[in-house]
Nanobody, 114 residues
Framework: QVQLVESGGGLVQPGGSLRLSCAASGSVFNAMGWFRQAPGKERELVAR???????EYADSVKGRFTISRDNAKNTVYLQMNSLKPEDTAVYYCHAERFDAIGYWGQGTQVTVSS
């Protein structure tokens, strides 16, 4: 059974930092990544990383967010720096197997506010 367990969300002031973690179990995954969904908006890709280490970022987070993963631990991380109020959203971990079947985490709230 596949499980994705997220941690690291919370409340932070503008300009601050947070680090999200997502520990996956139950399968071997190719791409792992983070999506986010703000109230009234569609879920959007934030960043993703393949097992080989190739990365992709949304234009809005380039230069501020860094995605990384530990394949031995089946864990993906999202280091978020210089956070802005518009980064406020529920952040979801996503993991995709080599056969393209994907799984979602339960989501973790990130709120950027003074």
């Amino acid at each position: 059974q596949v499980q994705l367990v997220e941690s690291g969300g919370g409340l932070v002031q503008p300009g601050g930092s947070l680090r999200l973690s997502c520990a996956a179990s139950g399968s071997v995954f190719n791409a792992m990544g983070w999506f986010r969904q703000a109230p009234g908006k569609e879920r959007e890709l934030v960043a993703r990383i393949t097992r080989a280490g190739s990365t992709e970022y949304a234009d809005s987070v380039k230069g501020r967010f860094t995605i990384s993963r530990d394949n031995a631990k089946n864990t993906v991380y999202l280091q978020m720096n210089s956070l802005k109020p518009e980064d406020t959203a529920v952040y979801y971990c996503h993991a995709e197997r080599f056969d393209a079947i994907g799984y979602w985490g339960q989501g973790t709230q990130v709120t950027v506010s003074s």
